[in-house]
């Protein structure tokens, strides 16, 4: 039995810095909550640069998204996308998946973009490749697995395996309410952006949808220079 806890000793250290290896930065943590956020997108032929400028603007203070251009990713790629009410990591996703590209939060609480979110072409969802919790944890069971057979070989006996402590998840916070704009660059590039789409729309008969930006357009930017235009062409609408 004295054999069996010296042999296990090793295997539990090593588990445990397995399991610290996976855990994110505080501000890696605080952008996956970020990323959970739910926002309303309506883009139509929008560079990814106005793009990641209004998803900044829609979830508020905290969120940082960098565009990797050295991977090959063009800040003018033209992003055409509808979605209502949906978690903001569900709109990185799907922008990602028509355009070959990725996207990972850095945890590394060493550096100063620790917690920034980095849009580059690959694979990444998430995590950076290589460094996602599940992969990392198939290996841990691997190599745990690998030990215990070696431990137990020769032996009539079983012995009972160490198992570690499982991982206690923290209470998720409440969401923070959707915080008003308090930048008025920001919002007057987003109140055109809308105003533009809202445009497209009627060129293709579409007033109904047309309707509802120009309507969404002047409840959350009824101060702003494209609000003035699009409470006209709502007026022409609704005749």
């Excluded at 054999?3 to 588990?15: E, K, Y």
């Amino acid at each position: 039995m004295r054999r069996f806890l010296v042999l296990a000793l090793p295997l539990i250290a090593c588990i445990a810095s397995y399991s610290l290896g996976d855990e994110d930065t505080a501000k890696a943590a605080a952008t996956r909550k970020l990323l959970k956020q739910k926002v309303t997108v309506e883009y139509k032929d929008a560079a990814i640069s106005e793009v990641v400028d209004d998803l900044k603007e829609q979830i508020g203070k905290g969120l940082s998204i960098d565009l990797n251009v050295k991977s090959g990713l063009n800040r003018n790629t033209k992003i055409t996308l509808m979605m209502k009410d949906k978690p903001l990591d569900e709109v990185l996703n799907a922008i990602c998946d028509k355009n070959g590209w990725g996207y990972y939060i850095i945890s590394n609480e060493k550096i100063a973009y620790d917690g920034r979110v980095v849009l580059q072409v690959g694979k990444e969802r998430g995590y950076e490749e290589g460094k996602e919790p599940t992969a990392k944890g198939d290996k841990d069971k691997a190599k745990e697995k690998a030990k215990d057979k070696k431990e137990t070989k020769g032996k009539t006996e079983p012995k009972e395996k160490t198992e570690p402590e499982p991982k206690v998840k923290p209470k998720e916070k409440a969401e923070p309410k959707e915080r008003p704009v308090d930048d008025e660059d920001r919002a007057e590039r987003a109140a055109a952006l809308k105003l533009k789409v809202a445009k497209e729309l009627i060129a293709e008969n579409k007033k109904a949808r047309a309707k509802q930006v120009l309507e969404d357009l002047l409840e959350k930017y009824s101060k702003t220079k494209a609000a003035e235009e699009a409470k006209e062409l709502l007026e022409k609408l609704q005749e």
